[in-house]
């Protein structure tokens, strides 16, 4: 499995906002010299092999944030605010103005627009979404709360308070993720 290198720049460049660049260059030179892949340009359509970009996410999380796994959570919102922001690359995956339809349909494509494997089915019925990610050979914590925060954030630009709710999960030694989205009045 794949990830674009749109994520590992999305992340590159909220690093570099946050802390400065030099913190940026001094952490890419020590993850360079742990493994060569990250010695290579990564540009936002590079396949990023999924180990290497786990790899990356852990290291970052150790550097940056004490080790605070939950941080990925933190991770999917600001990637969906950086992708659907007025001036983000996705920015079109907003224009449709049905929920059934933005759940339903744009939704899983914001999971193949990253990466390469893994299938998102979506359903929207009694103002809930609901969210499963099945086929994924790779468990790591990375897919469910990054994921799901990406997911959340989504719902929130598109104008759609939520209230997220586990069903399955990975991180939890399940086969898939499942998560419901109840959707709340503004």
């Given amino acids: 499995m794949n990830v674009k290198g749109i994520i590992y720049l999305t ?32 540009m936002s359509v590079t396949p990023v092999p999924l180990d290497k970009f786990i790899f990356f ?13 939950m941080q990925y959570v933190t991770f ?36 193949s627009t990253y990466f390469d ?3 998102v089915v979506t ?6 979404a609901h969210l499963k990610i099945t086929g994924l050979k790779f468990k790591h914590n990375y897919f469910e709360h990054l994921i799901m925060g990406y997911f959340q954030k989504a719902l929130k ?12 999960s990975m991180a939890a030694g399940d086969d898939d993720i499942y998560y419901q989205f109840e959707i709340k009045e503004s």
């Fill in 11 to 42: 992340g590159k460049t909220t690093i570099i906002k946050v802390f400065g660049e030099e913190p940026w260059n001094v952490f890419i030179a020590k993850l360079g010299a742990k493994d060569k892949f990250f010695n290579n340009m990564i």
């Fill in 76 to 111: 999917g919102k600001v990637a969906a605010q950086y992708a659907l922001s007025p001036d983000g690359i996705y920015k079109s995956y907003l224009l449709t103005k049905d929920t059934k339809q933005f759940i339903e349909s744009v939704m899983p494509k914001f999971w």
């Fill in 57 to 69: 996410l852990d290291e970052l999380v150790k550097e940056f944030f004490n080790n605070d796994m």
């Fill in 117 to 119: 494997e893994g299938t």
């Fill in 157 to 168: 630009i598109f104008g759609k308070k939520t209230v997220a709710k586990r069903i399955r």
């Fill in 123 to 128: 359903k929207f019925e009694n103002n809930v």
